[in-house]
Structure formats: C-alpha cells, structure tokens
T-cell receptor, first 113, second 113 residues
Framework: SQKIEQNSEALNIQEGKTATLTCNYT??????LQWYRQDPGRGPVFLLL?????KEKRKERLKVTFDTTLKQSLFHITASQPADSATYLC????????????FGKGTKLSVIP | SQTIHQWPATLVQPVGSPLSLECTVE??????LYWYRQAAGRGLQLLFY??????ISSEVPQNLSASRPQDRQFILSSKKLLLSDSGFYLC????????????FGSGTQLSVL
C-alpha cells in the first residue's frame, strides 16, 4: 500500500542548530514533492516544491533534497530560531498529471532558546 | 492578490444534523479547489477536489458531498452528521494544472456531539 512517513512525530533542537526532517515514501512515483508549515489551529503554508529531476532546492535558510532512488526527501532549516517552531508536513502527488496531493502526518519541531 | 475565505471558524453540531461549509477564492480564475480534513493525531486527508464548475472528484466515500456552483466557490455538505465527522476542515486552491502548490484557508473546527 502507499505510505508517506515522516520520521518522527516530534523533534527538539537547540536554537542556532540545523534541524533535519525526513520524509520517506513507498509505492509512489511522484513527479514532485512539497513541504508545508502548519501552526496550531491554522491551515498549512507552502514552503518549497522540488521536482523529481531536481536534487536540491534552497530558499533562504531552508533546503530540501529529493532522492527518488531512496524514495526520500530531507528538509533542513539552518540557524534555527524559536519562530521556526511548528509542524512541518511533506506532501507528494500520485504521479505526473495528478491533481491530488497526499500529505504525511507531519513532524512537530520545537526550537529551544 | 489572491485570497481564500473559509467560514465558519468553529462549529458545534449535534449528530444527525446537516452541514454546510463554504469556501470562496478571490483574485484568480478557474482554480483547482480542494477539501481536506485533519482529524486529531492524523494527517491531512483529501476529501474532494474540483478542476472546474460542476466537476467534483471524491476521494473518500462517506456521508459528505461537495459542490462547485460557481468558479470560485466550493461547498462541503452533509445531510446527517456522524460523530466521526468531527475534525478540522480545510479548503485549498491551486492554479490550474498538476504539480501546483496549494493555498489553504484558515479552516473550520467541527465538533459533532
């Protein structure tokens, strides 16, 4: 069956360190993978999109990698700040031309001052 | 700029009562529209999506239905709510085409008692 797994439900990290979140998937052949941030009681907010033919994408302190052989994406936040504390969701499509986006359960990141 | 409006923010309904949640998008035309549900401790579950007026695709067969009476209006309905319908309901839109990022509304917290 198809699965999206985000490696941990919660991750605590010291301010200033790099946070690394993992997203693994099985039985999908996504054309792209997306990362979102969700604060409590709010809708998710889009952060980054990476396509199957891209290895890495960066945006300010954020970096995403996508390894279609390992079926894994890594999401990095460098120089983490308490304001980065939130739940981070990965999402992927069901193949080229698909409109549906399937989400993982998320990893709750807490950045400790 | 584009905005998405979703209401109400919270709703408490008795079992067996009807439901109508409305979502409208401004500042864009012919968007893809989506309804997701997020139950406690679970990931975002895609319920319905629409690529055009009157075109609805259902992901989960249950007592919920969706309609798109106008280009930028998406409605989620039920004739009789169940306890299991409780959750956080999120409307989202994207540009036409596959592989586009989603823009979420602020969500409706539905409690069925």
């Amino acid at each position: 069956s198809q699965k999206i797994e985000q490696n941990s439900e919660a991750l605590n990290i010291q301010e200033g360190k790099t946070a690394t979140l993992t997203c693994n998937y099985t039985n999908y052949s996504p054309a792209y993978l997306q990362w979102y941030r969700q604060d409590p009681g709010r809708g998710p907010v889009f952060l980054l999109l990476i396509r199957e033919n891209e290895k890495e994408k960066r945006k300010e302190r954020l970096k995403v990698t996508f390894d279609t052989t390992l079926k894994q994406s890594l999401f990095h936040i460098t120089a983490s700040q308490p304001a980065d504390s939130a739940t981070y969701l990965c999402a992927l499509d069901r193949g080229a031309g698909s409109y549906q986006l399937t989400f993982g359960k998320g990893t709750k990141l807490s950045v400790i001052p | 700029s584009q905005t998405i409006h979703q209401w109400p923010a919270t709703l408490v309904q008795p079992v067996g009562s009807p439901l109508s949640l409305e979502c409208t998008v401004e500042g864009t035309s012919n968007p893809n529209l989506y309804w997701y549900r997020q139950a406690a401790g679970r990931g975002l579950q895609l319920l319905f999506y629409s690529v055009g007026i009157g075109q609805i695709s259902s992901e989960v067969p249950q007592n919920l239905s969706a309609s798109r009476p106008q280009d930028r209006q998406f409605i989620l309905s039920s004739k009789k709510l169940l306890l299991s319908d409780s959750g956080f309901y999120l409307c989202a839109w994207s540009e036409q085409g596959a592989g586009e990022k989603l823009f979420f509304g602020s969500g409706t917290q539905l409690s069925v008692l």
